[in-house]
């Protein structure tokens, strides 16, 4: 057994992020484990660029509304839910309007050092976002 200690909370890098984003680290393994694990908090409208993930991704909402959206144009709100993309699935994820967002960010490393974990793409246009926003208002 083994207590780790984290990095101290991160500001979500311009390239990969629209708006405010902040992360923590909660875990990052070392083979024989590939698990990561980070808490990530939106503010209204903030949101992640297209990306994909080599082994897939499975965000879990624990605090506010969001919403992930992928290229097929399908789009899954996520208040209090958990939703996996595939492995190469371009997708985004982010908080809604008017409401604060956190979600466990959980995915896997490759194992591959010249394979990334994940592949960031452009960023999600307002287009885009509102066309994502608007599934909210449908049941």
């Known amino acids: 057994m083994e207590r780790l200690t984290n990095p101290p909370t ?6 990969w992020f629209t708006g405010v984003v902040w ?13 990561r694990v980070n808490t990530v908090r939106f503010a209204p409208c903030a949101r992640t660029a297209w990306h994909t993930h080599a082994v897939g991704q499975t965000p879990h909402v624990t605090d506010g509304i969001g919403l992930v959206a992928g290229r ?19 997708h985004w994820h982010g908080a809604v309007s008017d409401r604060f967002m956190s979600h466990l960010a959980i995915w896997e490393g490759t194992g591959d050092p010249d394979q990334p974990e994940t592949t960031w793409g452009v960023h999600v246009t307002d287009d885009e976002y509102s066309h994502a926003a608007a599934h909210l208002s449908q049941p």
């Not at 991160?10 to 390239?15: K, L, M, N, T």
């Not at 992360?23 to 698990?35: A, K, L, M, N, V």
């Open 23 to 35: 992360f923590d680290q909660i875990y990052r393994g070392e083979e024989p484990s590939r698990t």
């Open 10 to 15: 991160g500001r979500g890098p311009v390239d």
């Open 72 to 90: 097929s144009g399908r789009v899954i709100v996520m208040p209090g839910k958990t939703v996996h993309t595939l492995p190469g699935e371009w």
